[in-house]
C-alpha cells in the first residue's frame, strides 16, 4: 500500500473536531473546512478525509428504517464528517437476488446492488447529500460539475434542494436524454461543451482554481465520503443475509471515484476493526472496450493510467479517458486482489436486457458490471464458489433510448377490442384458457390425491394428539 493511504496516522493540529484531509502522495494535512481547496497545495496530490476515530458497526444507527431515525446514508454519519446533510433522502438502496442470471453465471451468491433507486436515479446523490453540505459549511454559493450526466442531475436537485446555484458542464450529445432532463428541471444552468467528459472537467477545475465555482466532481474527496457508504450498505445487508462477507464486489468505472470510495470504507472497516484482511471483497473493475484507461493500466501492472483522448461507448456514463481518481483507485483494486476489465457495448446490452427480464432495470453503465462479471466467469478468473455483489450504478429511465434500442417494439393495433383481439391471438391459448387448462392438470396429477390425504391423515393425527393431551 502507498505510504499515504494507511489510516493509522496521529492527529495532526489541523483537525477540526477529529476531521482533516490528508494529501494521498506526499502526506501533508490540512484543516478540513478553513479553505477551498480539491488537491494538495504541495504537490497537487489528490486528498483524502480522515478522522481521528472511526466507527464500528455498533456506533452506527440501528434499523436503517425511516421510524428508527436518519435513514440510508446517513444512518452511518458516526463515519462522515458531520450528523446531517442537504438529504432528500438518499441511501438504503436494494440488494436484489437474481436467481436466474445467478444460476446462469455460476457462482455461489448473486446479489445486485441497485443505486439507481436513488432519489434522482444514481449513486451520485450518496456523495452530493455530503458534499453539497460542505460547501454551506465553507460558504460558496455557486456549485459547478463537469458530468456524463449522472453528477449533473444530482448536482442540479442537491443545489436546488440546498438553496445554491448550479453549473454543470456536458459534453455536446453525449449525455442521455433522461439526464439532461434532471439537471433542466431541477434549475441548473447546462453549458453543453463541444469536447468529451475530459476537456469539460478541465474547465470546470479551471473554473474552480479561479474561485468561480465550488467543484463537485469526485475529485472533491468529501463526495467520496458519502458514496463509501454503498460498501457499509453492502457488507451489513449480505452478513445479515448469508452470515459472511462477500468474496466480490464488480462495479462499472468512469473516473473511478466510486472503486476509491469503496476501498476507502474497507480500509476504515478495517482500522477500526469491524472487519478482518480475509473480509475485504476484491475489488473488481469494469469499463467499456472504447473506454478502458483503467483496465489498461490493471492489465499492464503500470502505476499510473495513460489518458485516452478518443472515447466511444453506448454505455454515455463510462465515456472517460482519464479517470482522475485512478491514485486512489488502482491500490484499491491491487490490495484486495481484484481486476479489471473491458467489454463490449453487444455485451453491456446484452447484460442490460438479463437483468431487466429479472424485474431490474439499469441504465447501459451499470449493465456493464454484470457483462464483466460474466466474461471473468468465462475466462476462468472468477471461481464458481464466489459470493458476487454486481452494483447497478443508474437507473433504466436515465437513458430511455438505450432503453428503446434493447427493448422490445411497440405494436401498433386499431381502436377496437375485436381487432386488438385478432391482433395479440396468434394461435396460442388466451390466459384464461391456459390459466384453466393448468388448473385441470393440476387436479389430474396423481400427486394431488396423494397430498390431500396426507395432509388429512396429519389434521387427524394433530387433532388426535390435542384431545389426549
Ligand atoms: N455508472 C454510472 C451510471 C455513472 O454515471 C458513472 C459516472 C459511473 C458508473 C462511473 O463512476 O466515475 O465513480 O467510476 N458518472 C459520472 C457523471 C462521471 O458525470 O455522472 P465513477
New binding site residues.
Given amino acids: 500500500m502507498s505510504a499515504h493511504l494507511a489510516l493509522d496516522e496521529p492527529e495532526p493540529a489541523v483537525a477540526d473536531d477529529g476531521v482533516w484531509l490528508t494529501c494521498i502522495e506526499c502526506g501533508e494535512t490540512f484543516a478540513p473546512f478553513d479553505d477551498v481547496r480539491y488537491t494538495c497545495d504541495d504537490c497537487d496530490g489528490l486528498l483524502e478525509v480522515r478522522y481521528a476515530d472511526l466507527p464500528t458497526w455498533d456506533d452506527f444507527g440501528a434499523g436503517g428504517s425511516p421510524e428508527s431515525g436518519p435513514y440510508g446514508v446517513w444512518r452511518y454519519s458516526a463515519g462522515l464528517p458531520f450528523e446531517e446533510g442537504v438529504s432528500l433522502p438518499e441511501g438504503g438502496t436494494p440488494l436484489h437476488y437474481v436467481p436466474s442470471i445467478e444460476d446462469e453465471v455460476g457462482v455461489n451468491n448473486l446479489r445486485i446492488k441497485h443505486e439507481g433507486m436513488n432519489p434522482t436515479g ?3 446523490d450518496r456523495g452530493m447529500t455530503v458534499g453539497v453540505r460542505v460547501a454551506k459549511e465553507v460558504g460558496v454559493n455557486r456549485l459547478a ?8 442531475a444530482a448536482l442540479a436537485a442537491y443545489g436546488a434542494r440546498g438553496g445554491m446555484e448550479t453549473l454543470v458542464l456536458l459534453p455536446a450529445g453525449k449525455v442521455a436524454a433522461g439526464k439532461v432532463a434532471q439537471a433542466s428541471l431541477h434549475g441548473a444552468r447546462i453549458l453543453e461543451v463541444d469536447g468529451n ?1 475530459d476537456s469539460c472537467l478541465d474547465i470546470v477545475q479551471d473554473l474552480a482554481a479561479r474561485g468561480e465555482a465550488y467543484l463537485l466532481n ?1 475529485l472533491n474527496p468529501f463526495r467520496l465520503e458519502g458514496q463509501k457508504t454503498i460498501g457499509l450498505e453492502i457488507m451489513e445487508r449480505f452478513h445479515a443475509d448469508e452470515g459472511t462477507y462477500p468474496d466480490r464486489i464488480v462495479l ?8 476509491a470510495a469503496l476501498y476507502k470504507c474497507f480500509r476504515e472497516l478495517r482500522e477500526a476493526g469491524a472487519i478482518d484482511e480475509s473480509d475485504v471483497p476484491k475489488l473488481t473493475g469494469v469499463q467499456a472496450e472504447g473506454a478502458a484507461p483503467m483496465v489498461e493500466a490493471v492489465e499492464e501492472g503500470n502505476d499510473e493510467v495513460r489518458r485516452w483522448d478518443e472515447v466511444e461507448t453506448r454505455a454515455t ?2 465515456r ?1 479517458g482519464n ?1 482522475v ?1 485512478a491514485p486512489k483507485a488502482l491500490p484499491g483494486i491491487r490490495e484486495t486482489g481484484g481486476t479489471a476489465v473491458a467489454v463490449s457495448d453487444e455485451e453491456i446490452t446484452e447484460a442490460q436486457r438479463d437483468l431487466a427480464e429479472e424485474g431490474v432495470g439499469v ?1 447501459p ?2 449493465a456493464a458490471s454484470l457483462a464483466g462479471l460474466r466474461k471473468l466467469r468465462d475466462a476462468g478468473e472468477i471461481d464458481d464458489d464466489e459470493d458476487v455483489v454486481c452494483l447497478t ?2 437507473h433504466l429511465l ?1 437513458d430511455p433510448d438505450a432503453a428503446y434500442e434493447a427493448g422490445g417494439d411497440p405494436e401498433p393495433v386499431p381502436n377496437d377490442t375485436e381487432a386488438v383481439l385478432e391482433h395479440i391471438d396468434d394461435g396460442s391459448p388466451s390466459v384464461f384458457e391456459t390459466v384453466r387448462e393448468q388448473g385441470s392438470k393440476a387436479a389430474d396429477s396423481p400427486l394431488i390425491p396423494a397430498l390431500v390425504a396426507g395432509g388429512l391423515g396429519l389434521a387427524y393425527l394433530y387433532r388426535k394428539l390435542r384431545s389426549e393431551q
Avoid: H, L, Q, R
Wanted: glycine share 12%; charged share 10%; proline share 6%.
Fill in positions: 444514481s449513486f451520485k460539475c463537469a458530468s456524463t450526466g449522472n453528477t449533473s467528459f469526485s462499472p468505472v468512469g473516473n473511478a471515484g466510486n472503486t456514463a463510462i472517460i479517470p481518481n441504465e453503465a451499470s450504478t443508474g436515465k
